[in-house]
């Protein structure tokens, strides 16, 4: 498939059947563009974690977390930065 990612986001669910102050920020996403296009997985991991700090309130009892992958384009079309290894 060859793809990068240009985007990368993130959600966090709790129990969707708890009560609703304990679900005001549920689910929880937030999504961040990449510097540059890549499919390099320590740098995807790196931002995902990142992305998931912003979320995490600790105490809560979570159900669900995604990781979303979007602005998806073939290899061949675009053009890669110099500051990743493995693009």
């Known amino acids: 498939q060859d793809l990068l990612a240009g985007r990368l986001g993130v959600y966090?669910?709790?129990n969707r059947f708890r009560s609703q102050a304990e679900t005001e920020r549920d689910p929880a996403f937030v999504c961040?563009?990449?510097e540059?296009?890549?499919n390099?997985?320590?740098q995807l991991l790196k931002t995902a974690q990142e992305l998931l700090?912003?979320?995490y309130l600790p105490?809560?009892?979570y159900k669900k977390l995604?990781?979303?992958l979007d602005d998806l384009s073939h290899r061949q079309e675009t053009t890669l930065s110099?500051?990743?290894r493995d693009q």
């Open 53 to 55: 700090a912003q979320l």
């Open 32 to 34: 961040r563009r990449l």
């Open 82 to 84: 110099w500051l990743y």
């Open 59 to 61: 105490g809560r009892k």
């Open 12 to 14: 966090l669910q709790t």
């Open 66 to 68: 995604g990781v979303l």
């Open 40 to 42: 390099y997985t320590p």
């Open 36 to 38: 540059a296009a890549c």
